[in-house]
Each structure stands twice: as structure tokens, then as C-alpha cells.
């Protein structure tokens, strides 16, 4: 912990150093521990917003912008592989613009033009970050094809923030509806007292697995809400993937991405709400008109099984809870809210560079489906050329190894490089991970089932 306090505290010192007037003579100083053979430069853009870079010696003429890099980034291992390999890496913090995800938009590129005031101009800027960040690099990559010629957004919302929230939404409905009706518990307007709130909510669920209708109806909530079956165990720890033909296991994966692990779904649900609410000043997400039974027939089939099952098992009519789903208050939206998250960003598909995609099939927070809305629109505009969507079998949010998101960079400056993609299949990613850290890679295979809450809606 002494290291890590020392090594934030030197990053301080080194935003502090460099003003938000910083030239290209002056080349950065040299970064703190553990790459202090990189030159470092950083400071705070226009509104406050701290800003961090490192680039090597031996540059190879590619610099990452990523959303988070400011809080902390110089210690980890990726930019350690990154440097080693000839990258600049750098950017961000969300500490200022929060879910104000326009303006974070804008940091991005702003910050590039800082890195470059101090070290010369890029030969490829790649937008790149991990769940908001992802989020983030995605519309950069929309709003900044000029600036920025790749982006690679991993694990990020990219069904975009209103359809993200709208699903939520659906998840926390449910579990309301049929298990905690009499309850004070919120599913909007979530009050200022979050932590009390989050342990409210998790200790309701928690309570309910340990009943046959409570695990029927938290299976339910979650293959509406296209959560995974497979979530982390309360210390963080990987659980197996559950054989689809487990019905206890598929639930308690289910059970696990809601309450479960070190991020849990209904946690993240409850303070990030809070959050945009206070920002958008009010609610931006809707169930009207929503039919939930049509939104379960759509979820993956081992899930919708072991819904069965469980309704069987528990002696519970789920033709008559889809009936009161569909007879309860719906939520409606402030119109007013919703135009915020809009302005923070819409996917349209309108791609004039090249992404690649990183997604956890395991994922609860930004859950997989949401790439198919992304792939979705980005074909519709006929637009499929510039895009690449990999899949790594790993549960939880963000839970990728070095080498995993060095095979996806690596990947992408070579399709810049060459103006052709490589082979991203995954074995081949696989490969390129394994040659990076020596644990083999994730990498699968995948098609990620149909985004319930597409925004804006398909015709």
C-alpha cells in the first residue's frame, strides 16, 4: 500500500508540474516508478480535469487516450506492457465529468492535443478504455474520426446510455414487481443515502435465494434484464462456467451478477442511477409499453429453461407473474433526462475509422447483449468494414488479463499499420495473449444474444 501512496503521490506532483500550457520543447520529465524510463507529461484541462502521459523512448508513433488513465494508470501492468512494446499511453479522469459523458468525449480529444503540445503529433491516436471508458472511446470514435484514427472500447456500456439505463431498468422492474412490491425499496429516484440503499437492496435479494419462489423470480429478473448466468463469488474469486443444463447452477451464476462479487449488478444499478438522476435532474428511463414476456422469449435458452424450472419446482404460475409484470404502474421517463443522456452520446453506426470491440461474456454490468445493438447499427449504416467485436469468457466487469488487452491493441495498430485486419479470430488471439504474459487466453467464439432495450429502436 506504501508503494502505491508514494507512486500516486508522484503523479500529483507531476500533474502539478506541467501547466495546461505545456510546448513540445518541453519533452515531459522523466516518469515515476515502476517506468521511470518513460518521459512523462500531464496537468489539468479547461475544466479541472487531470490529465496524465508517459511515452518511451522508442516510440512507435501510437498513443492510447483512455478515460481513466489519469487515476492512476502509470501502475499498472498494461501500460507497463504498452511502454514495452513502444506505445504512449495516457489520459483522463471521470472524477469531474462523471456521467457527463459529451464532455468526456471532448477531454479525450483535448487531452491528445496536450500529449502532442509536449511530444510532437501522433502518427496514430487510439481512443481506448474499459466501461465508461469503453463507453467513451466508442463516441470518440463517432464524434472525432478527424482527431483520432482507432478506437478500441472494452467492456463499455455500447448499447449507449439511455438503452444501458432502460435495461437496468427492466432488472430492478421486475425484482420489485414480483418479490419486494411491499417494499420502500426504490427503483428510481434513488436517494442520497446510496450505501444504505445498495445494502437494502442486496440484502433483500440475498434473503429471497434462500426461498424456491425468491430463486424462481431472481432467474426471472435477470434473463429479463440479459444478465449472465455466471457471476464472481462474494470475495471476487472466478466460480465455473455453470453447465446450461444445471438449473442451480445457471440461477446461482444469475443470483452472483446481481448480489454477488466485488461490483454487484444491483450496486452499480443503484449509485450510478443516483448519480445521472442529480446531473439529468430526473428520470431518464421507461418501461412503457414493454412486454416482458416477449423480452424473456428472447433471452438465452439455458436461462429461460431454468426459469422453468424453477417456476415448477416452486409451484409458481409464471404465466401469471408475466400478467402481473404487465398489470403493475409502469415508470415513465423526464423527457428533459433523457435529452441529457442523449446529448452524452446515441450510437448510430456512423463509423469512419476502424473500432475493435472487447466484451466479457460474463459481464454484468455491461452486459454483452449490448454489442449486438452496437454491431447492429454499425451495420445498418453499411459501415460493417471498420468494425471487429472479439469475446473473452471471463465473469465479472472488466476482468481481462494483460495479455488479452495487449492482443486487442496490438491487433488494431496493425490493421493502422497495414489498412487491413489481421485475423482476430480467437485462437489467434489467443496466441497473441499467451505470447504477452504467459497465461493463455480467453478469447471465444461468440454471438451475443439480441439487445431487448435497442436505442434508437430498430425499424
Known sequence: MGSRITLLAAVAVLAAAFPATARAADAGTACPDPVAT?????????????YTFAKPGRWNGAVLVDLDFAAGGLASPLTASLLERGYAVGGTT???SSWNIARAIDNQAEALGRFESAFGRARYAIAEGRSMGGMVAAGVAQVYPGRFAAAIPMCGGLGGAVGQWN???DTVFTLKTLLFRDSA??????????PGTQQQWLSAVASAQGTPAGRARIALAAAIGQLPGWGLAPDGSPTPVPDGRD???????????????PLPYLGQAASSRRTIEQLAGGNPSWNTGVDYARQFASAAPEQRNAVRRLYERAGLDLRADFGRLAAAPRVSADPAAVRYLERGIVFTGDLRIPVLTVNGT???????????????????????????QTYVRTAGHCTYTTGEQQAAVDSMLTRLQTGHWPDTAPRTMNTLSAAVDGVAGRYLSYVPPHFNRMYPAAH
Open 247 to 261: 438449473t442451480d447452477g445457471v440461477e446461482h451464476g444469475m443470483f452472483l451478477a446481481l448480489a454477488g462479487g
Open 167 to 169: 435495461q437496468k431498468l
Open 38 to 50: 518513460a518521459r512523462c507529461t500531464g496537468g489539468q484541462l479547461a475544466d479541472g480535469t487531470p
Open 185 to 194: 425499496l426504490p427503483v428510481t429516484g434513488i436517494p442520497a443515502d446510496v
Open 362 to 388: 460474463g459481464d454484468q454490468i455491461s452486459t454483452v447483449a449490448q454489442q449486438q445493438s452496437y454491431g447492429a447499427l454499425v451495420r445498418r449504416a453499411g459501415n460493417e468494414s471498420l468494425l471487429r
Open 94 to 96: 471521470r472524477t469531474i
